[in-house]
């Protein structure tokens, strides 16, 4: 159930034009997203925060 609303909330912010980092997914949602079939391809995830705001950063610029 979790894996399905979250699943929902990226493909609304996808919509919207908003590109979606994830971070801390435990194992559990993870398998569970791979068995509906969710394309987790297209999803940016991230083992820590730390490293989704490295990532993140990477696409700001310094005025």
Do not use: C
């Not at 971070?23 to 068995?35: L, N």
């Amino acid at each position: 159930m979790v894996a399905d609303q979250l699943f929902k909330v990226i493909s609304a912010l996808n919509l919207l034009g908003i590109d979606v980092l994830i971070s801390g997914i435990r194992p559990e949602i993870a398998q569970t997203m791979v068995s509906l079939e969710i394309k987790v391809e297209e999803i940016k995830s991230f083992a820590s925060l730390h490293r989704a705001v490295q990532y993140a950063s990477s696409f700001t610029t310094h005025l």
